[in-house]
């Protein structure tokens, strides 16, 4: 039981360039999300999922796309990198909603666009 | 809408003395409240989580937090600091979705 795993753990993009970050959980959850983290700031929902095939924005999802094809797998998009979206990345997944069950949360990708 | 709010951005301790992180949040409902804690380069992990049941929990690793609904508050404590408690403390709440406050760095000093 790996829990929730993300790759990649450490990417350098240029301006411009997209790039996908993976997110598998093998718990069978039903919900997964997607925040990032700014240096010194807490934690902002990009994207979440209830279920395969359905996705929502959260409170930052702008220059992000998200699918949920499988109920495991949860890749987040970027398609343009633009040097604000340096951050940290973390997925994590919950078997119901965030507010009832314990999210556990995957160990971060660094993305850092120059 | 709700909110969450860390009052303090760093807490600095001696080692056996004890701790206080405090956060308030700002919601229309009754909400579900956590605190996470974050080591250097890691994911979070869940300290204790309230969920309208007993007011006061306990969590892992000797912490606690007391759900005040009159002040608003669910601020975590521990009755005697260790080294290993070093690491960065994140407040959240909501329902469907989780808002995170700014975070407390806890410095524990020998």
């Known amino acids: 039981n790996a829990g929730v795993t993300q790759t990649p753990k450490f990417r350098i993009l240029k301006i411009g360039q997209s790039m996908t970050l993976q997110c598998t959980q093998d718990?069978?959850?039903?919900?997964m999300y997607w925040y990032r983290q700014d240096p010194g700031m807490g934690l902002k929902l990009i994207y979440y999922s209830v279920g395969a095939g359905i996705t929502d924005k959260g409170e930052v999802p702008n220059g992000y796309n998200v699918s949920r094809s499988t109920t495991e797998d949860f890749p987040l998009r970027l398609e343009l990198a633009a040097p604000s979206q340096t951050s940290v990345y973390f997925c994590?997944?919950?078997?119901?909603?965030?507010?009832?069950?314990?999210?556990?949360f995957g160990p971060g990708t660094r993305l850092l666009v120059l | 809408a709700q909110s969450v709010t860390q009052l303090d951005s760093h807490v600095s301790v001696s080692e056996g003395t004890p701790v206080l992180l405090r956060c308030n949040y700002s919601s229309s409902y009754s909400p579900s409240l956590f605190w996470y804690v974050q080591h250097p380069n890691k994911g979070l992990q869940l300290l204790l989580k309230?969920?309208?049941?007993?007011?006061l929990v306990k969590g892992i690793n000797g912490f606690e937090a007391e759900f005040k609904k009159s002040e608003t508050s669910f601020h975590l404590t521990k009755p005697s600091a260790h080294m290993s408690d070093a690491a960065e403390y994140f407040c959240s709440g909501g329902y469907n979705k989780l808002i995170f406050g700014a975070g407390t760095r806890l410095a524990v000093h020998p």
């Open positions: 994590a997944s919950s078997y119901s909603s965030a507010g009832e069950e314990t999210q556990y």
């Open positions: 718990m069978n959850h039903n919900y």
């Open positions: 309230y969920t309208s049941a007993a007011t």
